[in-house]
């Protein structure tokens, strides 16, 4: 009987497994939106590299392409495209995937640390060539994607064949690295400098509607001035720290009040690593910058010696790519340094950013809580993409406080532009973006999805789409584009604050053709500048180091790095590219 009894048990199992293999076998694959398949329509797959910017805009582009095209057809027969979305971190990361892309069923891609030139030199990407240069009619628009484009953008991307320019790729996001800063708290602890100076110290505001200096910029705002500095009608950076001294002064009144002015992530240190040679970037101006990268040029903030109150004294220096080791020799790396060494030694950190298991998540999360949990914490240094990837923790901390005081839209940040060295250098931002984005169509998908791939992808570049990216992430898109008042009233503050660094900073992107860079990106990267030899020993983190050994100095670590990478180095290893 118990024999029966156990083979009729198993016999049943089985059957409830096969009929829930059937079931499963029958069901609709389905997005993550909940979304089936349509066997009615043909699907156009993308991938997209599940990150900071996350896949809402993308959902978005999607609802109003499909009804765009609702009435395409296909050669099968069949009528109308459904845009296939599959997000994923790892999956979709641009150096990962350039050895998986040939057997993936994706074919339109979003992603970054994608080096272009690789990926066309193995021949892994569709000619996009007549999706970037035609003009965008079809949307109402005149401008083609190539004209929204920047002269160093097209020079990258266009690649000269047989005296023809062709592209493959196209950029597609656009990422800054600094500090982020909370304007609720700034404007409840009245953290603004004000337009007056006692005793040779910037004074602070004493109330809201003081004037406020021009801040790092040099310009007066007389818009925000006029309407009470009312951040929400226009974005300003007056009352900003303008210099390194004033953003000290600033870190250190907000000690004085219990305000931790820093917090970031420290398993992370790229972020550190990247902030760094963006307070270099916008030091050393556009042009010295460019040059630090295509090896071509003269830069002017070549450091010759030190002058007896320890600043560097600048000169010019004709970069070729046979010295091309001289642009680790620059003034803006040594005060982006003598920057870092003084807010490591300051103590201006929250503690917890020195601990190497302290995600970025985390951080933001302590960040967006610290007010409310009354251990307030005034900036954050991450990536400009981060008050997106932080959504949810918001929506948490609306549900958790039944106040939408908490929510995303409600809450009040800013990028904040970098302090200068002195009040002499304030001016229009220079900002650096280091993450290599691009979003293509892969080389190899069938032949009767080639037109409708690349509607989609010049679809993701008109205007509409462009502004519709910026108001889903509150962050901004590598090109030329305006947004109306009713667009940019409907965004966070954080966002309008990032499209005004866009529109009135330049963008320096890590672009190049010159063979030595092509070949060696992933070790000349901005983020490895910062690597020192001193003593025989390599120090990797200089926020590590300026933390742990207190008899280390900016000057020093600079020194080692000039000394790491010195002409000997430079010829052992790119001596094969000298011609």
């Known amino acids: 009987f118990r024999m029966k009894k156990l083979l009729s048990c198993i016999l049943a199992a089985v059957c409830a497994l096969s009929l829930f293999a059937v079931t499963a076998c029958n069901r609709k694959p389905t997005m993550s939106n909940g979304e089936e398949l349509d066997p009615n329509r043909v699907q156009l797959y993308v991938g997209n590299l599940y990150g900071g910017y996350g896949d809402g805009w993308l ?36 150096t990962t995937m350039m050895n998986t892309v040939g057997g993936m069923t994706d074919e339109v891609f979003f992603s ?27 949307y109402g628009e005149t401008r083609s994607i190539e004209d929204k484009m920047s002269d160093q953008q097209t020079d990258y991307f266009g690649i000269e064949d047989g005296g023809e320019k062709h592209y493959y790729m196209l950029p597609f996001y656009e990422a800054y690295n600094g500090l982020s800063y909370d304007i609720d708290l700034f404007e409840e602890e009245l953290l603004y400098f004000a337009d007056t100076v006692s005793d040779g110290t910037r004074d602070f505001v004493s109330s809201l509607s003081d004037k406020r200096s021009a801040g790092p910029d040099g310009i007066y705002c007389e818009v925000c001035a006029a309407n009470g500095y009312d951040y929400g009608k226009h974005t300003c950076d007056d009352g900003l720290p303008a210099t390194y001294e004033e953003f000290f002064q600033l870190c250190d009144y907000m000690q004085v009040y219990g305000i931790t002015p820093v917090i970031y992530a420290g398993m992370f ?61 620059t ?40 007010k409310k ?7 954050i240094i991450d990536g400009s993409w981060w008050n997106n990837e932080a959504s949810e923790i918001f929506v948490n901390m609306v549900q958790e406080s039944n106040n939408e005081a908490y929510s995303q839209e409600n809450r009040r940040f800013g990028f904040l532009p970098y302090p200068k060295v002195s009040a002499e250098k304030t001016g229009a931002p220079v900002l650096m973006d280091f993450n290599y984005s ?24 008109t205007d509409e789409s462009l502004a519709a990216f910026t108001m889903e992430t509150s962050t901004t898109k590598p090109y030329d584009y305006d947004m109306s008042e009713e667009q940019l009233s409907s965004m966070t503050e954080y966002g309008r604050s990032l499209y005004n ?43 590590t180091v300026f933390k742990n050994q207190t008899d280390m100095t900016a000057r020093t670590y600079f020194g080692g790095i000039v000394a790491k990478y010195d002409a000997d180095w430079w010829e052992s290893t790119f001596k094969n590219y000298f011609g």
């Open 438 to 461: 691009a979003c293509f169509i892969r080389k190899g998908i069938a032949e009767e999805k080639v037109d409708i791939a690349k509607k989609f992808l010049q679809f993701c570049h």
């Open 501 to 543: 660094l866009h529109t009135t900073g330049t963008v320096v992107f890590p672009y190049s053709d010159n063979e030595i860079w092509r070949s060696a990106v992933a070790m000349l990267d901005m983020t490895k500048r910062y690597e020192a030899e001193i003593n025989g020993i390599t120090y990797p983190k200089p926020a």
């Open 373 to 379: 949990d009354n251990k307030p914490i005034a900036m």
């Open 59 to 94: 959902y978005e582009v999607k609802e109003r392409f499909e009804k765009a095209y609702a009435d395409y057809e296909f050669p099968n027969g069949k009528t109308g495209v459904q845009v296939w979305i599959n997000s994923d971190r790892d999956k979709y990361f641009g």
């Open 112 to 138: 970054e640390s994608v080096y272009y030139y690789d990926w066309v030199a193995r021949d892994l990407v569709l000619d996009i060539t007549d999706v970037v240069t035609e003009p965008l009619s079809a």
């Open 269 to 329: 240190q790229e972020y550190i690593n990247k902030f760094l040679p963006a307070l270099a970037a916008d030091h050393d101006g556009y042009e010295n910058t460019v040059i630090s990268y295509t090896f071509d040029g003269t830069i002017d903030n070549y450091v010759t010696g030190f002058d007896g109150d320890g600043n560097p004294i600048e000169g010019t220096k004709e970069i070729t790519s046979r010295n091309g080791y001289e642009v680790f020799n």
């Open 331 to 370: 003034s803006g790396a040594y005060y982006a340094l003598s920057f870092y060494e003084r807010l490591i030694r300051g103590g201006y950190f929250d503690s917890r950013s020195f601990n190497d298991a302290y995600t970025q998540t985390m951080s933001e999360e302590a960040y967006l809580r610290s």
